[in-house]
Each structure stands twice: as C-alpha cells, then as structure tokens.
C-alpha cells in the first residue's frame, strides 16, 4: 500500500501562486511515477501532470501551458506542484496519485491521496 497525503491548496487571487505538495509513504514510493489530477463538481477527473521515478520524464495536460511544473524529492517521498499565473478556472480540489507508468489516464493509478482544494478568485 502507498498512502499519499496533498497539503498546499488554499485561496489565491487571480494571476497568484501555489505550491502543492504530496507526501508519500508506505511501499517504495520511490519506484511509482507520480501524478497530479484536478477535478471540480459535476466534471470527470482531468489530468494535470505527471512525473517519472527518476524525474527525467514530465508531462502536462494541455491547459497547463507552461504555468505548473511538476517535481519531486525522493529523498523526502514527496512530489510538488508548483502552480503560477492562476487563473479562475484553475479552482478545483487537486489530488496526487502514483502510478507504475508514466501516464495521463486516471485509471492507470493505484493509489490516491484525498485532495487538496484550491480556489482562485477573481
């Protein structure tokens, strides 16, 4: 079992940052890719990004457009979610997720954390 724990979410202005963290812990954390997923009432899970083991590989939902970087700190059993330039529409809870393939499908991951909310204001 992996458990995963997000803290960071918050209320920020529009064009604001945020930094999401998600803590890891359990089997070894360090051999599952891990994700980063959005989701707001009454919308399916959207994926926002996603990160190797080793951190060589990231990928980003396409609405991301260079605002969020996705990192993480094996050393620590933590993955970030640096967000920038927020928008309204950037308001959703925000869950981790780790996953043994590097992907941007929800049902691809095992395990999930129970989410952060961030609301961007106008």
């Known amino acids: 079992q992996v458990q995963l724990v997000e803290s960071g979410g918050g209320l920020v202005q529009a064009g604001g940052s945020l930094r999401l963290s998600c803590a890891a812990s359990?089997?070894?954390?360090?051999?599952?890719?891990m994700g980063w997923f959005r989701q707001t009432p009454g919308k399916e899970r959207e994926f926002v990004a996603a990160?190797?083991?080793?951190?060589?590989?990231?990928t980003y939902g396409n609405f991301v457009k260079g605002r969020f970087t996705i990192s993480r700190d094996n050393a620590k059993n933590t993955v970030y979610l640096q967000m920038n330039s927020l928008k309204p529409e950037d308001t959703a809870v925000y869950y981790c997720?780790?996953?043994?393939?590097?992907?941007?499908?929800?049902?691809?991951?095992?395990?999930w954390g129970q989410g952060t909310r961030v609301t961007v204001s106008s």
């Open positions: 990160i190797s083991w080793s951190g060589g590989l990231t």
């Open positions: 359990g089997r070894t954390v360090v051999n599952y890719h």
């Open positions: 997720a780790a996953a043994t393939r590097v992907s941007q499908f929800s049902t691809h991951y095992n395990y």
